[in-house]
């Protein structure tokens, strides 16, 4: 990155301020970008300013560029994102709020929902506000059709995650399957390349992804962040499976998660605060935490 670039960004952000904007930077987890969609509405009530948000990553740019209460999104590279991070004294100069840091900071994170709330200075109980999915123009029937899939009696699966990582077997995905297949149900995974032989997969980005996980009714996988999104801006059944007490990403949690020590009961811990149902309480939401492939399978198809 050339000086010329980063002292043009810094110029153009000045302008902004001038001309009655706020500008920030936003990064977060999925689940952090779909509390901070539904509660910004009285953030921007609060500031009474138009909303100009600087992102550089895809998937958070089409997210953030759907919602009706931010006024411009402008995505940059990653190596100039995290020089406007670094430079904090532009940042005090320019009032510029930086999502990057948010879990840096000492705030209540007994839910994700009011350390969100609290790092933006509104009300921890702040209700959640309309956020609609775009429409996206495809043929689904022909889509459905084509792979042979049951529109609304397909499960949409996600067996990876992020944060969490591998939250069961490969091996149990393709026991799902049978099972589902068994039951009437046909099957979708959300991967770029085929994992079980012959289960058809797709890949698209952010907000296709949604809708298509609409069209196929069911969202079975890892507690990964699309799993948020999915519990946030659809109203279809969903069901998260966390690892048990021994899966070393518990490790990564008590970094960015937990203040406090814990002693076990490690995803209980984690549904507390973070939680699809904690975060986004509807009918639909179902959370399991992994003991072996035969309960688990059981308590799936159970919740069908």
Known sequence: ?????????????????QNGYEVMLFHQGFGETAIFLQVLYKYKEMRRKKLFVITYVSSRTELLKASDVIDEVFEVPEEL???LCKDVPFRMECDIKDFLTMHKYDLDRST?????????????????????????????????????????KTVFLVP?????????????????????????????????????????????????SLRLAEKCGYVIGARTGFMDLVAAFTSIPVQAIYPDDTHPSWEICKEYTWTEPVEGDYALKYMESTGLHTLFDRPGITEHVYTCDEDLLDSIMSHL
């Open 160 to 208: 990876h995650a992020l944060f969490l990582g591998k939250v069961v077997d490969d091996s149990f995905w393709v026991k799902l399957v049978s099972r589902l297949k068994k039951a009437g149900y046909t099957a979708l995974f959300n991967l770029p390349q085929e994992s079980v032989p012959g289960v058809p997969f797709a890949y698209f980005d952010i907000i296709p």
């Open 81 to 83: 994102y995290l020089a």
């Open 1 to 17: 990155m050339e000086e010329k670039e980063y002292a043009a960004i810094c110029q153009t952000i000045r302008e902004l301020i």
């Open 112 to 152: 994700m929902k009011k350390e969100v709330c609290e790092y933006l200075g509104i009300s921890k109980d702040t209700p959640y506000g309309p956020y609609q999915i775009p429409v996206v123009d495809a043929n689904w029937e022909e889509y459905f059709a084509t792979k042979g899939l049951h529109k609304g």
